[in-house]
C-alpha cells in the first residue's frame, strides 16, 4: 500500500487560511450572493416574455390601476378570485412585489 506524501508547508498554510475564510459565514453569505446576483445580472435590461404581459403589463393590480386591497381578492393574473374564468392562482405576495 502507497502511503499519501505528507502536504507541504505551503499547502498546508493554504488550505488553513481557506478553511478560515469559509468558516467565516458572512464571507459564505456574500459569495452566494454575489454568485447570484452576477448570474441575473444580465435579465435586468431584458424584454417581457411568455407571460409577462398577461401578468404583469396588463394586470390591473400590478400597474396600479386596481387598488391594493383588489391584490388580495384577484388571483394571479388580476381576475376576481369568485369569477367562473379564474385560474384560483392565489399569489398576493408576487402580485404586491410586481407592483
Same mark, same amino acid.
Given at each position: 500500500?502507497r ?8 499547502? @498546508?498554510?493554504?488550505?488553513k487560511?481557506?478553511?478560515? $475564510?469559509c @468558516? #467565516?459565514?458572512? $464571507? ?5 450572493? *454575489? $454568485? ?5 445580472? #444580465? ?6 416574455v411568455?407571460?409577462d404581459?398577461?401578468?404583469?403589463v396588463?394586470?390591473?393590480? $400590478?400597474?396600479?390601476a386596481? *387598488? ?13 378570485? *369568485?369569477?367562473p ?6 399569489r ?8
Amino acid at each position: 500500500m502507497r502511503r499519501r506524501p505528507l502536504p507541504s508547508v505551503r499547502e @498546508e498554510a493554504a488550505a488553513k487560511s481557506w478553511r478560515s $475564510v469559509c @468558516e #467565516n459565514e458572512w $464571507v459564505t453569505y456574500a459569495l452566494v450572493a *454575489s $454568485v447570484g446576483a452576477l448570474t441575473y445580472s #444580465n435579465s435586468l435590461n431584458g424584454e417581457f416574455v411568455h407571460d409577462d404581459i398577461p401578468a404583469i403589463v396588463s394586470n390591473g393590480d $400590478v400597474n396600479g390601476a386596481n *387598488s391594493v386591497i383588489r391584490i388580495f381578492k384577484d388571483d394571479f393574473w388580476g381576475t376576481p378570485m *369568485s369569477d367562473p374564468h379564474s385560474h384560483k392562482s392565489y399569489r398576493p405576495l408576487t402580485t404586491i412585489t410586481f407592483r
